[in-house]
């Protein structure tokens, strides 16, 4: 059937296929944001709970290297701040991508179902092109 779609059209659904790759990308991020987020959560808690004379290490790559308890926890305090603002831009970028995926959706309905002879129903510009 994409062979018989008017060029508005295709390119319509072409901008819907894009839409679609980046909101599974961005959800991807998000997913990703929030496991580090808990970690980081659960880390933090547990620091928390320990006495701040305990010999502590941190992984630096392959390494484990000794740490203090402030700079561990400052550290980790700051990662949790910037995790949970990611998240949060992440969750905004996801609905503005929902959004314009919909809209898209609806202009791409409207113009199949108004479609053949004349064009879309509503809207501006039936014939112009890029």
Same mark, same amino acid.
């Given at each position: 059937? #994409?062979?018989?779609?008017?060029?508005?059209?295709?390119?319509?659904?072409?901008?819907?296929?894009?839409?679609?790759? @980046?909101?599974?990308? /961005?959800?991807?991020?998000?997913?990703?944001? =929030?496991? @580090?987020?808990?970690?980081?959560?659960?880390?933090?808690?547990?620091? =928390?709970?320990?006495?701040?004379?305990? @010999?502590?290490?941190?992984?630096?790559?392959?390494?484990? /290297?000794?740490?203090?308890?402030?700079?561990?926890?400052? =550290?980790?305090?700051?990662?949790?701040?910037?995790?949970?603002?990611? /998240?949060? #831009?992440?969750?905004?970028?996801?609905?503005? /991508?929902?959004?314009?995926?919909?809209?898209? #959706?609806?202009?791409?309905?409207?113009?199949?179902?108004?479609?053949?002879?004349?064009?879309?129903?509503?809207?501006?510009?039936?014939?112009?092109?890029?």
């Amino acid at each position: 059937m #994409q062979g018989n779609l008017p060029p508005e059209a295709q390119e319509k659904l072409e901008e819907l296929q894009d839409l679609q790759e @980046t909101a599974q990308k /961005v959800a991807a991020q998000k997913e990703q944001a =929030e496991s @580090t987020l808990t970690e980081s959560k659960t880390a933090l808690d547990a620091l =928390e709970d320990i006495d701040e004379d305990t @010999t502590m290490y941190r992984e630096i790559g392959e390494l484990l /290297v000794e740490a203090e308890y402030d700079e561990a926890y400052d =550290e980790l305090s700051e990662k949790v701040d910037s995790l949970e603002v990611r /998240v949060e #831009q992440l969750g905004k970028q996801e609905e503005r /991508v929902e959004e314009q995926f919909e809209s898209l #959706q609806e202009e791409l309905q409207q113009m199949l179902q108004g479609g053949g002879a004349g064009g879309p129903p509503m809207g501006p510009g039936g014939a112009g092109g890029a």
